[in-house]
């Protein structure tokens, strides 16, 4: 049986948390970091299959008024879907300025913070 050397593997996403409270803190904002990233990376697939399909249903609709009503709709839900992605980062960067947190970039605030 080969001998593992659990020392030199490393977790998933590139975590590795130190043992003080800086090394954690980088781990932290590096799982916040790609959660967001994920989240808008599906979202923005979401959008455009969801808007591909309302164009597909549209050019198949051969005429009938009620597909191409349902194809505008779903056409119309993605974009509305995106456009509120976009506006939830900017009510997020605006609360944090308002409230002088860079929310965005949680790392930061984390580090901030002293234990006693």
């Not at 975590?15 to 954690?24: C, E, I, R, T, W």
């Not at 967001?36 to 609709?61: D, R």
């Not at 009938?64 to 349902?70: E, L, N, P, Q």
């Not at 779903?74 to 605006?94: E, P």
């Amino acid at each position: 049986m080969a001998d593992i050397n659990f020392d030199t593997i490393t977790t998933p996403g590139g975590y590795q948390p130190g043992s003080d409270l800086a090394g954690s803190t980088t781990a932290v904002e590096k799982l916040i970091s790609n959660v967001l990233v994920v989240l808008t990376v599906v979202a923005g697939i979401s959008f455009t299959l969801y808007f591909l399909l309302g164009g597909l249903n549209w050019i198949t609709a051969g005429g009938d008024k009620s597909k191409v009503d349902k194809a505008k709709g779903m056409m119309t839900n993605g974009a509305i879907g995106l456009i509120i992605i976009a506006v939830s980062y900017a009510i997020v960067w605006i609360v944090g300025a308002a409230l002088g947190l860079d929310i965005l970039e949680p790392g930061k605030i984390i580090q901030g913070l002293t234990f006693k």
